[in-house]
T-cell receptor, first 110, second 114 residues
Framework: GEDVEQSLFLSVREGDSSVINCTYT??????LYWYKQEPGAGLQLLTYIFSNMDMKQDQRLTVLLNKKDKHLSLRIADTQTGDSAIYFCAGEDSSYKLIFGSGTRLLVRP | NAGVTQTPKFRVLKTGQSMTLLCAQD?????MYWYRQDPGMGLRLIHY???????AKGEVPDGYNVSRLKKQNFLLGLESAAPSQTSVYFCASSYDGTGNTEAFFGQGTRLTVV
């Protein structure tokens, strides 16, 4: 079945760029997602990319998809302290069930 | 549009007690999920359902049971709570049958078993 993996922790300085990486095993995903979880809250959709795209830009967010290597990344430009959160990538298996990674905790230092 | 609603938001149980967590969604989603989230462990799937009347085991199903008698509700039961079940529980729903698989999450239930 689908397996989605992420690194657990990333620390950056305010104003720098953050890059959060994710690898997945099942290539049947039509969409790949990034979710954000702020402290004490549930996950909320941050952005997504359609599987036939290799890049999507949305304001400070850039999603890169390398289908050959099954690698997804989320770049946050000009990272702010409000971006401190846990970021989850997610893909679908062949029956549309979502599979989440373990989450990457992003800490933004002033 | 309420999205996904979990009740209760907080609960303290004594070891051996039972309880049911309720998840309700109003988006006509086919799939519903129960996760637990522990520090440093990310999200772990407990059980899920791909439609009314169906349930399936996830990654960590032991000690939990679920039911999906109505499409909009997914119940998670703890028959005999243990301290190891202290966690934050999240319900989610997804897939409206048209190919849209975006998931929506509830706000979580913080459960402490003493």
């Amino acid at each position: 079945g689908e397996d989605v993996e992420q690194s657990l922790f990333l620390s950056v300085r305010e104003g720098d760029s953050s890059v959060i990486n994710c690898t997945y095993t099942d290539s049947s995903s039509t969409y790949l997602y990034w979710y954000k979880q702020e402290p004490g809250a549930g996950l909320q959709l941050l952005t997504y990319i359609f599987s036939n795209m290799d890049m999507k830009q949305d304001q400070r967010l850039t999603v890169l998809l390398n289908k050959k290597d099954k690698h997804l990344s989320l770049r946050i430009a000009d990272t702010q302290t409000g971006d401190s959160a846990i970021y989850f990538c997610a893909g679908e298996d062949s029956s549309y069930k979502l599979i989440f990674g373990s989450g990457t905790r992003l800490l933004v230092r002033p | 549009n309420a999205g996904v609603t979990q009740t209760p938001k907080f609960r303290v149980l004594k070891t051996g007690q039972s309880m049911t967590l309720l998840c309700a969604q109003d988006m006509n989603h086919e799939y519903m999920y129960w996760y637990r989230q522990d520090p440093g462990m990310g999200l772990r799937l407990i059980h899920y359902s791909v439609g009314e009347g169906t349930t399936a085991k996830g990654e960590v199903p032991d000690g939990y049971n679920v039911s999906r008698l109505k499409k909009q509700n997914f119940l998670l039961g703890l028959e005999s709570a243990a301290p190891s079940q202290t966690s934050v529980y999240f319900c989610a729903s997804s897939y409206d049958g048209t190919g849209n698989t975006e998931a929506f999450f509830g706000q979580g239930t913080r459960l402490t078993v003493v």
